[in-house]
């Protein structure tokens, strides 16, 4: 079955880094575009960043462009999101997730979700 495991969350101060990371298995992680969303407390989900399939092309939303790199290694069926500059307003439930086509120009859809990974930002 289709398994999405994100890992890497965790307590940092503000200023700081993290690397968050999304394991795939299931699937031919080489063939689908994915994506990285997050969910602030209180909050409804909110869209971050997509990776084509080959890691080629990329697109952020302007709240953390400049400051997050949506990554892929596809060797390792490992998506990856290297967050720098990080605020208290970043603090949310970090989602990977995977689309149903290898870049979604308007017809992709996600079709799974990982479990997620808590992200803190806080002095």
């Known amino acids: 079955e289709v398994q999405l495991v994100e890992s890497g969350g965790g307590l940092v101060q503000p200023g700081g880094s993290l690397r968050l990371s999304c394991a795939a298995s299931g699937f031919t992680f080489s063939m689908y575009a994915m994506s990285w969303v997050r969910q602030a407390p209180g909050k409804g989900l909110e869209w971050l960043s997509n990776?084509?399939?080959?890691?080629?092309?990329?697109t952020s939303a302007d709240s953390v462009k400049g400051r997050f790199t949506i990554s892929r290694d596809n060797a390792e069926n490992t998506l990856y999101l290297q967050m720098n500059s990080l605020k208290p307003e970043d603090t949310a439930v970090y989602y990977c997730a995977k689309f149903d086509t290898d870049w979604p120009r308007g017809d992709g859809a996600y079709d799974y979700w990982g479990q997620g990974t808590q992200v803190t930002v806080s002095s």
């Open positions: 990776i084509s399939n080959g890691g080629r092309s990329t």
